[in-house]
């Protein structure tokens, strides 16, 4: 009897017919709508392999549901949906797709500071509403990024490319990390800076670190005010990193310049949440990857993880569950 792999959202018809030459596939095949709990319980009962997005908490309770479960793909790099302890306490495998994604997201990360430093979208929406009366010297004037300072909060491999995209603009880069990486300062040309330091030295901050509990809110009231008046948040990681009512009033209260946001705490944003009414923020609907060859390169490379776990291969890139 061929083994089952259940997909929580539709995945381009080339990798499905991919897995269901090899395997029996049950797939939730609305786009745009999570699969409910009770269905994603119900089908977890009886499979072998489940793919799925962050969209999906696949708790302690999906994961004990599963009696023949072997492997949990996740379709991202971030795995802060999935409990990784209790999958290893069942012995079962979780994968994720870094890598493939790497690029990508570093254009839009550089594209969302470019926006959100000449204020490109608010701009476009001054003009479409029939505003823009004449032209005159400071009219929607924005923050220059050439030569500006850019401080990073983490530097992985997202954050090595958005460097070396800052470089073209001969932005100074400063960076923090815990743990420091002297080897890549040499490389990048690149500055190692505490948090404090570098939240009040630069221009622009980008977040590029995973979620974690112990980074939920890093970013808050205390971290905004020690920024430049001119300064601009940029976050294309995940939003719980940020306080986003601290985010607001700092933003409203003219103690920051700017913003822009690819990720937020709850996901999707309400329409009528305060950040949304900000003239001087950017929102994206979370599209950090979003090219049509890294999300077929994501899915592939979910769907390859599975089938090698379910074919008594190693997985490609597995996660590890920390002690």
């Known amino acids: ?11 381009p018809e080339v990798i499905i017919e991919k897995l269901s030459s090899h395997f029996q596939v049950r797939m939730w095949d609305q786009e745009d709508v999570p699969v409910p709990r009770e269905v ?13 997005l962050l969209t999906e908490q696949i708790d302690e309770e999906v994961i004990y ?34 890598g493939v ?47 500006a300072t850019l401080g990073i909060i983490g530097l992985g491999r997202i954050g090595e490319a958005l460097v070396k995209r800052a470089k073209g603009f001969d932005m100074r880069v400063l960076y923090y990390s815990r743990t ?4 890549k300062e040499q490389e990048l040309g690149i500055h190692y800076m505490e948090m ?5 030295h630069s221009d622009f901050i980008c977040i590029m670190i995973p979620y974690s509990k112990e980074v939920h809110h890093l970013i808050g009231k205390k971290e905004l005010s020690l920024m430049k008046k001119n300064a601009i948040l940029i976050n294309t990681a995940r939003g719980g990193i940020v306080d986003e009512d601290a985010l607001y009033q700092a933003l409203k209260n003219g103690e ?8 937020f705490e709850q996901e999707p944003i309400r329409v009528d949440h305060p950040l949304l009414s900000l003239p001087n923020v950017v929102t994206l609907p979370h599209i950090g990857s979003a090219s049509v060859k890294t999300r077929m390169n994501m899915a592939q490379l979910a769907a390859d ?19």
Do not use: H
């Not at 009897?1 to 995945?11: D, G, S, V």
């Not at 926006?115 to 608010?122: E, K, M, S």
């Not at 404090?196 to 009040?200: I, K, S």
């Not at 090698?308 to 590890?320: D, E, F, S």
């Open 1 to 11: 009897m061929p083994k089952t792999i259940y997909i929580t959202r539709k995945l």
């Open 40 to 52: 994603l319980l119900k089908e977890v009962e009886d499979i072998d392999g489940l793919i799925c």
């Open 65 to 98: 549901k599963a009696q023949n479960l072997k492997v949990i793909s996740n379709v991202a790099v971030g795995y802060n949906n999935i409990d990784v302890q209790a999958a290893a306490r069942k012995g079962i495998i979780v994968t994720n797709t870094p």
């Open 101 to 147: 994604l790497t690029e990508t997201t570093a254009d839009l990360t550089f594209a969302l500071l470019m926006a959100a430093a000449r204020r490109i979208v608010y701009a476009s929406d001054y003009l479409r509403s029939g505003e823009w009366g004449a032209w005159s010297l400071m009219q929607l004037t924005g923050q220059d990024i050439y030569g």
């Open 180 to 183: 420091r990486k002297p080897d």
């Open 196 to 200: 404090e330091p570098l939240l009040q």
């Open 256 to 263: 920051i310049w700017g913003a822009g946001l690819d990720v």
């Open 305 to 323: 993880n599975v089938m090698n776990v379910l074919n008594g291969k190693q997985p490609i890139t597995p996660v590890r569950a920390e002690s």
